[in-house]
């Protein structure tokens, strides 16, 4: 420290060009930092003093503490310094941390450590370490044969330092549990037999998290050395801490205001992780101080206060981190910490580290993109993630948070990992319901778990890499979750046509009881006329009383004059006597007519009253016999949706429930080794998705029962070998049952169908572009990179004659519809026609950019051109009409085109891997296709099966369903080929697939799935899972089935 202080001027000089910083920030002290190591004093005695005694310490404390700091600035030193008097000072250190390879990780630095080893090459180096690795492996003593071997001096002392411990429990769950057992077990022993010897000077010095102890417990040795020797790291007191301010500061020339001093110690408190906040912190003031201040003055609070203080620093770095990130790689920052970080069961967040391109599946993204956002995180001044910057990142890195702080002090972080918490719980819950699905215990989600669960899948689009992190079963899960929604849009569907169904026959009950009400009109109206008619008799009779009721008066004053005649003229008597009873007999009359008409009164009444009540009675009959009718047809319809309904319901859910467990069986055969249970999966599930009329092809059942095949034969077992270079093109001919190939080579083959083995045809023909057939196959042709046309007869392939066309290089090419020329074009961006029986080249066309490809359309003869520009032509074979833009570019290559048969479907593929189909007669985009990540290569379709076959440099080979309504469902990917896919051809009428590659290969794929499926069961020994195998994987309540007899598909 004196010599340091001595150079005061140097240092300021680095302060001032901003090279110096005494503050580390949250990674430890290095061993160069001593003189920056304050506030541990008497601490590294102690460390010391058990290390001589047993040859082993352990040094244990909680994150934070200061493990690492106090033995690269205070044990190591002190060793090299001499202190431990009877080794000497001659030490080799050898610094380690476990990671994925603990045992790797250990002979690389033992090797390290020596002199000599920094003298040998690359390739020594790489030897030496493959050896060293060899002799830990093969005995308990390994360590110390090395050690013994490398030794290059007497008396020299080897310290082997395990820094980070607890990462040997970490980091297991990135590796198989049997192999990180074991690989732990194997470590464990090597520095317990190091300990054990005494011939060899080895010393071993671990640093452990306090709160790993008892994951120790399982290696009973080592428990034993820790329970002998081990040191815990004690909090450091306030005296201690203000030696840590105030010492390093000191050392860079630099002062600390009291005030800020006490800030600092009231803000660390007595959190024993608060000491990586407070160096960060510190680390930060200082750059401030530096970039914002005169070096003469003190470090005060408004410098701290700028960085956002020891709640905020932190913080406020990783966003500034966050903050340079372009706005794509910002999305996937989020993913990665998301991927780094876990929110444990009491809420505090847990470190959990994960290879690189375990990060890039997860994200979805490129490893060149997730190397650079983690570069952005570790750079100088950065440790916010680990490896340190040294270490160049490759896709097995193991990328970790430096410190459990960044999760609980970054708020962006937080929210995050708050967010992931959420998902990963949903998750959970519909992986769950999957399985209890998949048993028969459970029926598919509903509505608002279905809606919760679809919002999920939208907002996170969770993918493998992502789900297998918590819970394996994700495609079974997102399997559970499509039917779900599926069977939910169809319940809906079905209660629409439903209402349909009722508003429709609600209008013919309607129309049925407006005609009832019409009769019922009609039935009234007559019963009142014959009401009117009463109404007028009874009027009749009325009057006719009236008048006899006159009649009888009259009769009576006649009565009464008589009698007063009688009396005045007795003479008359005789006459009189007549005239009375004439009066009485008129009398008698009167009231016969009276009580006549009283009667005929009275029977119309009651002829009207008769004549309402079987009106009344006639309306209540009519209304109860159709509301009777009514309620029978509605009860009976009802009763017979109800029925339907039902029946359709359990159809429909055994259907999705086989056909998911069809899914999720052959997704698992191909995460699973053996070949049997591999093979007894995949045609499990072939036989429940052919059974229950799934997708066919099922991409997932194609790749069940290839990958069955090739776990039994062998990766190469459909590998056709021959060509010595790129194969560039291929032609089947469906009659000759022949394909043909060519390439760089050269050489021309021709493969029988059935064989592996090929016939060269013709050869030294320099780098071949392409091999066309005319139509009449007539004729074939190829063109080179050399310029040059070969014609050939066919299918002899006798050459005819070789034209030279152009000076550079030739890659597409075509024949007429008649064969009668051929169009070729290159690097030129001209287009050459060549005369077929003359032989004579002309130039047909000169393009404004690069052609790609040609190709002649089956619909009118006519020539179509793709072009780097993006444009694809059309050019008249007659010249009758100009060049032709038939889809417009966007500065994106076109790569390759292929026709449909009816010439009415165009296949357009481009630089970057997308994939349209167009209709030519509209001129829209019918679908576009996306999976490929970069060029593709060819294009053919396969019109009796509906399928479009496309090949890219991003090494696969995809087929697509082109049929309408089908151009959603996911491709067939044959991504094994090894190299980069050039061409692709269907062949045997669709069940054959041959690919050629860049290596120098072809590849043949079987595409027929029930000869696939037979292909595998005639290589299974064992053709019925055990009971619990059938249990795990397809559930309970389904019965047990041989997959290779039929009865599989029977039942």
Excluded at 2 to 21: C, D, H, P, R, Y
Excluded at 170 to 175: A, T
Excluded at 406 to 422: A, G, N, P, S
Excluded at 586 to 601: F, I, P, R, V, W
């Amino acid at each position: 420290m004196n010599s340091f202080s001595s150079s005061n001027t140097e240092t300021q000089k680095l302060i001032v060009a901003g090279q110096f910083n005494p503050f580390p920030g949250l990674r430890p002290f290095r061993t160069d930092e001593t003189f920056l190591f304050f506030g541990r004093d008497g601490q590294t005695e102690e460390v010391l003093w058990r290390l001589e005694k047993n040859r082993f310490v352990a040094a244990l404390g909680a994150s934070g503490s200061g493990k690492s700091s106090l033995i690269y600035c205070g044990l190591i030193p002190a060793l090299q310094g001499g202190f431990m008097e009877k080794q000497g000072s001659q030490w080799n250190v050898s610094t380690s941390r476990p990671g994925t390879d603990p045992i790797q990780n250990l002979a690389k630095a033992v090797l390290e450590s020596t002199k000599s080893y920094h003298k040998k090459s690359d390739e020594d180096k790489e030897l030496l370490l493959n050896v060293a690795v060899t002799m830990l492996l093969s005995s308990s003593k390994g360590l110390v044969t090395l050690v013994e071997k490398l030794q290059e001096e007497e008396g020299e002392n080897f310290l082997i330092l395990i820094d980070q411990f607890e990462e040997l429990f970490r980091f297991s769950r990135l590796e198989s549990e049997d192999l990180s057992m074991g690989m732990a077990s194997a470590f464990v022993k090597l520095l317990v037999e190091a300990t054990k010897q005494a011939k060899v000077p080895i010393y071993v010095v671990m640093t452990m998290r306090s709160d790993y102890i008892g994951d120790c417990a399982r290696f009973p040795e080592l428990t034993y050395l820790i329970n002998e020797s081990h040191y815990l790291i004690p909090q450091m007191t306030r005296v201690q801490k203000q030696e840590a301010i105030m010492g390093p500061a000191a050392v860079g020339g630099a002062k600390i205001s009291s005030r800020l001093l006490q800030r600092l110690l009231n803000d660390l408190g007595d959190t024993q992780d608060q000491l990586p906040i407070m160096q960060h912190a510190l680390m930060r003031t200082w750059e401030y101080w530096t970039g914002h201040s005169n070096i003469s003055d003190e470090l005060d609070i408004h410098h701290y206060e700028a960085i956002g203080g020891m709640a905020e620093a932190l913080s406020q770095h990783a966003d500034e981190a966050f903050r340079d990130l372009s706005e794509e790689e910002k999305i996937v920052c989020e993913k990665i910490f998301k991927a780094l970080t876990e929110k444990g069961e009491d809420g505090r967040g847990i470190r959990r580290p994960t290879k690189v391109k375990i990060l890039a599946q997860i994200a979805g993204s490129d490893v060149d993109v997730i190397e650079n956002i983690v570069d952005c995180f570790r750079t100088n001044g950065r440790t916010l993630l680990t490896p340190d910057q040294s270490v160049e990142l490759t896709t097995e890195s193991v990328v970790d948070i430096s410190h459990e702080s960044l999760m609980r002090v970054w708020i962006r972080c937080r929210d995050w990992v708050d967010e992931e918490f959420e998902a990963v719980k949903i998750y959970k819950r519909l992986s769950e319901a999957a399985d209890l699905y998949q048993q028969g215990k459970a029926s598919l989600w509903r509505p608002p778990d279905l809606y919760i669960a679809i919002q999920w899948r939208e907002r996170f689009k969770p993918n493998l890499a992502w789900a297998v992190q918590y819970e394996p079963s994700y495609e079974r899960a997102i399997t559970f979750l499509k039917n779900s929604q599926e069977e939910y849009e169809e319940e809906q569907r079905v209660k629409e046509r439903l209402q349909k169904r009722i508003v429709k026959r609600t209008k013919i009950i309607a129309l049925i009881l407006a005609a009832a009400t019409i009769g019922a009109i009609m039935l009234v109206i007559f019963a009142q006329m014959k009401a009117r008619a009463a109404d007028i008799a009874r009027e009749e009779a009325q009057e006719f009383g009236e008048q006899a009721n006159k009649n009888a008066k009259a009769a009576e004053e006649a009565l009464k004059r008589a009698e007063t005649e009688q009396r005045k003229a007795e003479e008359a008597a005789d006459e009189a006597q007549r005239q009375t009873l004439i009066a009485q007999a008129a009398k008698d009359s009167a009231e016969y007519q009276k009580n006549l008409a009283l009667e005929q009164t009275r029977l119309a009444l009651l002829a009207q009253t008769e004549a309402e009540n079987q009106r009344l009675n006639a309306e209540k009959a009519k209304e109860e016999a159709l509301a009777s009718a009514q309620l029978a047809e509605v009860r009976t319809r009802e009763a017979e949706i109800q029925r339907l309904n039902a029946d359709a319901a359990k159809a429909s859910a055994d259907t999705l429930r086989f056909l998911s467990i069809a899914q999720a069986l052959a997704v698992k055969s191909l995460q699973i080794k053996d070949p049997a249970q591999k093979a007894l999966l995949a045609s499990q599930a072939y036989a429940f998705n052919e059974q229950y009329k799934g997708l066919n092809p099922h991409p997932d059942v194609f790749q069940g029962l290839y990958q069955s095949i090739k776990s039994f034969k062998g990766e190469n077992f459909n590998l056709m070998k021959g060509h010595e270079d790129y194969v560039r093109t291929l032609y089947y001919d469906q009659e000759e049952k022949t394909l043909f190939s060519a390439g760089s080579d050269g050489a021309i083959r021709s493969w029988k169908d059935g064989s592996l083995e090929s016939e060269i045809l013709s050869d030294d023909n320099g780098v071949v572009r392409g091999l066309i057939i005319s139509r009449d196959k007539g004729r074939a042709a190829i063109y080179t990179e050399s310029g040059s046309v070969r014609i050939f007869s066919y299918p002899e392939f006798k050459s005819i004659k070789k034209i030279k066309v152009s000076k550079g290089q030739l890659w597409a090419g075509s024949f007429d519809q008649f064969g009668d020329r051929l169009y070729v074009t290159g690097q030129n961006k001209k287009i050459y026609s060549v005369d077929t029986e003359s032989f004579a080249v002309s130039e047909f066309k000169t393009s404004n950019s690069k052609i790609t490809s040609l190709h002649i359309s089956n619909l009118d003869g006519s020539l179509w051109a793709t072009k780097t520009s993006g444009e694809v032509s059309k050019y008249c074979l007659d010249n009758a009409c100009d060049e032709l833009a038939v889809y417009g570019g966007k500065n994106i290559a076109g790569t390759a085109l292929a026709f449909s048969s009816d010439g009415k479907t165009v296949a357009l593929g481009f630089e970057d891997g997308k994939l349209i189909l167009w209709d030519r007669l509209t001129g829209t985009e019918i679908d576009n296709l996306q999976g490929h990540d970069t060029k593709v290569t060819s294009l053919k379709f396969d019109e009796e099966k509906h399928r479009l076959v496309s090949t890219s440099l991003d090494g696969s080979a995809r087929i697509w369903n082109v049929e309408k309504g089908r151009t959603n469902e996911s491709p067939i990917i044959l991504n094994d080929l090894g190299a980069w896919a050039s061409e692709a051809t269907f062949a045997h009428h669709g069940d054959l697939l041959y690919v050629g590659t860049s290596g120098h290969d072809l590849r043949r794929y079987e595409l027929d799935i029930p000869t696939m499926s037979d292909n595998v069961c005639g290589l299974m020994q064992r053709k019925e899972m055990t009971d619990k195998e059938w249990v795990r994987y397809v559930g309970e309540g389904i019965e047990n089935r041989n997959v290779c007899s039929g009865e599989a598909l029977n039942q």
